[in-house]
């Protein structure tokens, strides 16, 4: 399944846009094959896995131009790389601990030319800045995930949605996130139709502030 999975879900790209993710395939298999950071078993279904699952952010938040966003255990770049192509007047700073992974993430960005991303090698317990929000791919569990950004959410929205984090997760999230009573969770098969989003959630935690 190739890049007509993407122009299916996201019909009014621009052509730079369409330009911006045909490329991946090729950026992401030439880079796969010296540093491995998408399965080889998924870099034939990138488009399917990998790019419309990070662009499932999108269909629940339109980030706003001049805003902020995180992407914690970023790997080889997703979700931040498709959202930062989506949204190229919101800045994205993509963050891994893995030097070799930030840098494919860096080498797609600049193979790509878009000019929005930082990407950055260290833990997120080195970040200082604060963002609007933070996006993930199923890095940790809730809790170690919500320690690890802490205090790195910007208190004033600019977003109709209050600042948080959007965490891309399947499975069976009860248990880990019982504690979270504004938690918000949505089916992706809500919007997807194909089966490998059956199991697929987006979960919404607003960032709670004391006043």
Known sequence: ??????????????????????????????????????????????????????????????????????DVGTGGGFPGIPLAILFPETHFTLVDAIGKKIKVVQEVVDG???TNVTAKNCRVEEIKEQFDFIVSRAVAAMPTFVHWVKGRIKKNSEHDRKNGILYLKGGDL???????RTVQIYNLSDIYEEEFYETKRLVYLPMKFKG
């Open 174 to 180: 009860e248990e880990e996130l019982k504690e979270y």
């Open 112 to 114: 790509l030319g878009i």
């Open 1 to 70: 399944m190739g890049i007509d999975i993407i122009y299916k879900y996201f019909p009014d790209l621009s052509e730079l846009q369409k330009e911006q993710f045909e490329k991946l395939q090729s950026l992401y298999q030439d880079w796969n094959t010296k540093i491995n950071v998408v399965s080889r078993k998924d870099i034939d279904e990138l488009y399917l896995r990998h790019v419309l699952h990070a662009l499932a952010i999108a269909k629940f938040q339109q980030f706003k131009p001049g805003s902020t966003v995180m």
